[in-house]
DNA sequence: GTTAGGG
DNA sequence: CCCTAAC
């Protein structure tokens, strides 16, 4: 049988922690007040948790894999979790999943009596089909495989529709990347992109599971990961005794069916709804907010919520590219780290991340053609929420691979190495003129020149190393707030001489926005993003091949970038001496290097400033604003209101007297 | 291009 | 942060 339900959850796919049934309806409603017009509609979970729950009634003493629920009085569950590692799929899925109401799928899987749930996240709808064994190993995007033991009936989706009372909820899930790269807790394996590209997907430790979920000895998973990869398969393992974190994001309307399950392990959690690349929340739909701390609330309360709109504060899409090891990595928290970027494309690294550019060059009399075989998008981590969807996650990368390929990116020349700069200069001056020079032929991938930013401040001179991947997602897991977006700065070192060296500037990257990625971006040279190694023709078409990015509606707004405690200072500072009105003034005196903040940003910022220091302090959010901060801001305000009125005053008297002065006028 | 103010 | 009007 294959029963196909269509969640209609938009582009946002599948939520695999929520489909992990955990608590009894009962208990659920209490979480969410609102489900009650989901249970009507049989969710797609439940039919995963039904099928799981077949499974593993029927294989419970096989003891692959336990997961024990358990409810506590708050009708939370708690449990524990044990790997499983058997390969699901060199294994036959070893129960009958006939799911009631589907007696279409004892036919299809009668020959084995196997079957698998199929997860599919196609496009802009989830589709959760039960297939097969055979169909399960069809090579396709990602393929879940869910089992689900439900231990006393908690699992209430599994019990009602699978007819389970007791299992273990397991998902397995196929990471299905290509050549079977595993989401690997933490990091994701590669991910090709055109072969070569990888893209690295990282689960921030602030989503992982807690401590509850128990590795078998031996297993090299990550301790909280949320997915643990293992041979082409991740599992993954939810666990859920967190009200909170239940509470915390609810699909509301068609995606009721996705509920939070998993449990963070700490509350330096950033959760996020929406991708940097992309959205983790369909356009259309949008997240319903069950949340009473308002911080989800200001942000649905965003007209443009479901537009594409970037609620930095929750965002724990953390999408950095990078040149191999060496590369650049963009993270979502407001950091580039420009690593060391390999300036000698050599050749044969490219399996190790190392971008060599292996352009074919030949020499034909006084031509010289290029055969590139493929252009190697750099390294993309992408971080994203456990509550992003399969679905989102491809969205999240295509976008970010059309973002790169975007005209916020140019193509950068090296030829041994070198990052040929003039673009006046001929091939053959360039030294590209025979055959000796194949090789040592590069292209590179890199923001546009034209908008570099420069150095706001150095309140967070944080650098980390060109290999500290993990450093991105553990900092920005460690933020002590939300919404500690800061603002970074960047050093913005010589093109050239930064080229192998170290630099992080934790400037905003918004790669799908053209216009703020190339804005954003530090020094463009150091940035080269990728390289080539190359040979198909129809590669090198991939650059131009990507005009429109969708950032049509993408780039519309630009990211929020919160003023820090430091910027508002600053601001308070200039305003202090300028007034309020001079707000060019004041973008030239105390934001000049700050290139994303536009004197209308301070002006407005400055309203808002006003604003929050007249408000109780119980009704401000975001960053706290030092007192002190917001009585001078008063104090600037009032002052101010009334110099102004005094120099309007001068200064009309002064046009007054000039006009009666001057018989001309 | 700036500034001011509403959204 | 966006948009628009006004200068």
Request: glycine content about 8%; hydrophobic content about 30%.
């Amino acid at each position: 049988m294959v029963v196909k339900r269509r969640l209609n959850c938009g582009s946002n796919g599948f939520d695999f922690p929520n489909m992990i049934p955990k608590a009894p309806r009962s208990s659920r409603r209490k979480v969410s007040s609102k489900r009650d017009d989901v249970d009507s509609q049989t969710s797609a979970i439940d039919m995963l948790a039904s099928l799981a729950g077949k499974l593993l009634e029927e294989s419970e003493s096989s003891s692959t894999s336990t997961y024990a629920f358990g409810g506590d009085d708050h009708g939370h569950l708690s449990g524990e979790i044990k790997q499983e590692h058997e390969d699901v799929y060199s294994k036959p899925c070893k129960s009958e999943f006939s799911h009631q109401g589907n007696p279409s799928s004892k036919s299809t899987s009668e020959d084995t009596s196997e079957t698998c749930l199929q997860i599919s996240s196609l496009e802009e709808d989830c589709i959760l089909e039960q297939t097969p064994v055979s169909d399960c190993k069809r090579g396709r995007g990602m393929k879940p495989l869910v089992r689900c033991e439900n231990k006393k009936g908690d699992c209430d989706s599994l019990g009602e529709s699978g007819g389970v009372s007791e299992e273990t909820s397991v998902v397995n899930v196929d990471a299905g990347f290509e050549q079977g790269e595993a989401i690997n807790g933490l990091v994701a394996d590669t991910f090709s992109v055109k072969d070569q590209s990888q893209l690295h997907v990282q689960f921030p430790e602030s989503v992982h599971l807690d401590g509850d979920v128990k590795l078998p000895p031996g297993t090299n998973g990550v301790p909280n990961g949320s997915f643990e990869g293992y041979g082409n398969h991740s599992k993954l393992v939810c666990r859920d005794d967190d009200e909170n974190y239940c509470k915390y994001y609810k699909f509301s309307d068609k995606c009721k069916s996705y509920r939070h399950l998993t449990r963070v392990g700490n509350r330096r959690v950033k959760k996020s709804m929406m991708t940097k690349y992309g959205r983790a929340v369909p356009r259309s739909k949008c997240f319903e907010d069950t949340r009473t701390d308002g911080c989800l609330k200001a942000f649905h309360r965003k007209r443009k919520l479901c537009h594409g709109y970037n609620p930095l504060k929750h965002e724990t899409v953390h999408s950095k590219r990078r040149l191999s090891d060496k590369g650049l990595v963009f993270n979502s928290d407001g950091g580039l780290s420009s690593e060391s970027v390999s300036n000698s494309p050599e050749k044969g690294e490219s399996e190790n991340g190392v971008f060599s550019a292996a352009v074919g060059l030949h020499s034909k009399d006084s031509r010289v053609k290029f055969s590139i075989k493929s252009l190697r998008i750099p390294e993309l981590f992408i971080e994203v929420p456990e509550t992003a969807t399969v679905g989102s996650l491809k969205r999240t990368v295509m976008e970010a691979v059309t973002a790169l390929l975007g005209d916020g990116i140019h193509i950068g020349v090296l030829v041994q190495g070198k990052k040929v700069r003039d673009d006046n200069n001929t091939l053959s001056q360039t030294g590209l003129s025979c055959r000796e020079n194949v090789g040592n032929l590069g292209f590179t991938l890199e923001p546009g020149p034209e908008k570099l930013p420069i150095p706001l401040c150095s309140e967070h001179p944080v650098i980390s190393m060109p290999t500290d991947s993990t450093n991105l997602s553990e900092r920005s897991a460690a933020a002590p707030v939300l919404d500690t977006r800061i603002a970074y700065l960047l050093q913005d070192a010589d093109p050239v001489t930064n080229l192998g060296n170290c630099v992080e500037n934790n400037q905003e990257l918004v790669p799908y926005q053209s216009d703020i990625s190339a804005d954003e971006q530090p020094s463009s040279d150091s940035r080269a993003l990728v390289a080539v190694s190359a040979l198909e023709p129809e590669a090198l078409a991939i650059v131009p091949a990507n005009p429109k990015p969708k950032r049509t509606d993408l780039s519309q707004r630009r990211t929020r970038r919160p003023f820090s405690v430091t910027e508002v200072e600053a601001l308070v500072h200039a305003v202090e001496e300028l007034g309020t009105g001079r707000w060019r003034d004041v973008k030239l005196r105390s934001f000049e290097n700050a290139s994303h903040r536009t004197y209308v940003d301070l002006k407005d910022k400055w309203k808002t400033l006003v604003h929050t220091a007249s408000i109780s302090p119980q009704q401000r959010r975001g960053e706290p604003v030092p007192q002190e901060l917001l009585d001078r801001v008063l104090a600037a305000h009032r002052y101010w209101s009334q110099h102004h009125l005094k120099q309007n005053g001068k200064h009309q008297a002064a046009a007054t007297m000039a006009v009666k002065s001057d018989p001309s006028m």
